[in-house]
């Protein structure tokens, strides 16, 4: 005896459709310009950001290394105190206020902060003190990526 197997159409439709995603999605992959690698420098500091905010005005920037600052400088730029728990005693905050932070460099004792100016962005940028040289008030050198300083 033969058997008959009866398939309906709509339950394959669904099926179907999801099938032509999968290929246009994969052809479209294949055809998308891949993605650039980060690179960094070679003594390049390690940095966490932790808040991104918006402001206008001019390009500004500002480190906080006690507590104190870590307080004035959120309540001077408008921005809500995070979750993150500030300890100056193991990270440094930089704000950069008006730019984007695109690399560091570590310059003797100096860290150097190399940035792009950025109309209406605020960053907070943590910086881990074990990372950085062992001057016990880190210095920070902000450079804007056009080679202004």
Known sequence: ????????????????VLFLLLVVVSVYDGLSSPAEPVTTSPNSVPYKTLVHASQS????W??????D?????????GLELPDHAFDPKLEVAVF???CQLISTQQCGEMVELTVIPDRNNC????????QLSTMAEPQF???????QK
């Open 96 to 98: 950069l206020v008006n």
């Open 57 to 60: 005005g001019e390009v500004r």
């Open 141 to 147: 050198l902000v450079v804007e990526a056009s080679g």
């Open 62 to 67: 500002a480190a906080a290394t006690n507590l």
């Open 1 to 16: 005896m033969a058997r008959l197997v009866v398939v309906e159409a709509r339950r394959l439709l669904p099926v179907a």
């Open 123 to 130: 960053q907070v940028v943590l910086f881990d003190k074990s």
């Open 69 to 77: 600052d870590w307080v004035t400088l959120h309540n001077a730029l």
